[in-house]
């Protein structure tokens, strides 16, 4: 069972647009969860987080917001920049657990300059 | 900091022989994480390390995967024998107990032919 699921496997958007990135989840106990950015024959790098005790959470040009009825969490990237082109996961944990995270299969997202 | 290090970058081996995946975490972080990522699965936990003790190695596939940490600047992952659905990417992650963003190495290529 996929308890954390983003079903768009690609995105593109023209520079300077904004990037919606989403991710749902199926899991009430997680309450925490995280953005990672990978490039190719990269590691995924942290790219910005939250928590289920906020609804928004906002680095510069990231803003990731939480709906927990929903359980649902979106990433907005504006302005998008061509160099924002990446594979972008999403990933959560609780539930007792502080340590195991839950990742989304990702979605490619490629800004056209 | 030089970040999660990882070796060797690339590896291609036939099926029954040994491999082994060596990790370097970030210096400071006493939680290690090894992942592995599969176009079917997405990226998975493999074993928890924390302070160099094995706290959750449920994620292991089964018997012929083995993980060690005998020290803070080292874990090895041991594939023995490797079989052809072994082939993924492997991910070594830190952290800073406390801390909920996990930092990774740029990750294992394995082949198992």
């Known amino acids: 069972d996929q308890q954390v699921k983003q079903n768009s496997p690609s995105l593109s958007v023209q520079e300077g647009r904004i990037s919606i990135l989403n991710c749902d989840y199926t899991?009430?106990?997680?309450?925490?969860f995280l953005w990672y950015k990978k490039y190719p024959a990269e590691g995924p790098t942290f790219l910005i987080s939250?928590?289920?005790?906020?609804d928004k959470n906002e680095d510069g040009r990231f803003t990731v917001f939480l709906n927990k009825s929903a359980k649902h969490l979106s990433l907005h990237i504006v302005p998008s920049q061509p160099g924002d082109s990446a594979v972008y996961f999403c990933?959560?944990?609780?539930?007792?657990?502080?340590?195991?995270?839950?990742f989304g299969k990702g979605t490619l997202l490629t800004v056209n300059p | 900091d030089a970040g999660v290090i990882q070796s060797p970058r690339h590896e291609v081996t036939e099926m029954g022989q040994e491999v082994t995946l060596r990790c370097k975490p970030i210096?400071?972080?006493?939680?290690l994480f090894w992942y592995r990522q599969t176009m079917m699965r997405g990226l998975e936990l493999l074993i928890y390390?924390?302070?160099?003790?094995?706290?959750?190695d449920s994620g292991m596939p089964e018997d012929r995967f083995s993980a060690k940490m005998p020290n803070a600047s080292f874990s090895t992952l041991k594939i023995q024998p490797s079989e052809p659905r072994d082939s993924a990417v492997y991910f070594c992650?830190?952290?800073?107990?406390?801390?909920?963003?996990?930092?990774f190495g740029p990750g294992t290529r394995l082949t198992v032919l």
């Open positions: 992650a830190s952290r800073l107990t406390g801390y909920n963003e996990q930092f």
């Open positions: 899991n009430s106990m997680f309450d925490y």
């Open positions: 939250i928590s289920s005790i906020k």
């Open positions: 990933a959560a944990f609780g539930g007792g657990s502080n340590y195991k995270l839950t």
């Open positions: 210096s400071g972080h006493n939680s």
């Open positions: 390390f924390n302070n160099n003790v094995p706290i959750d």
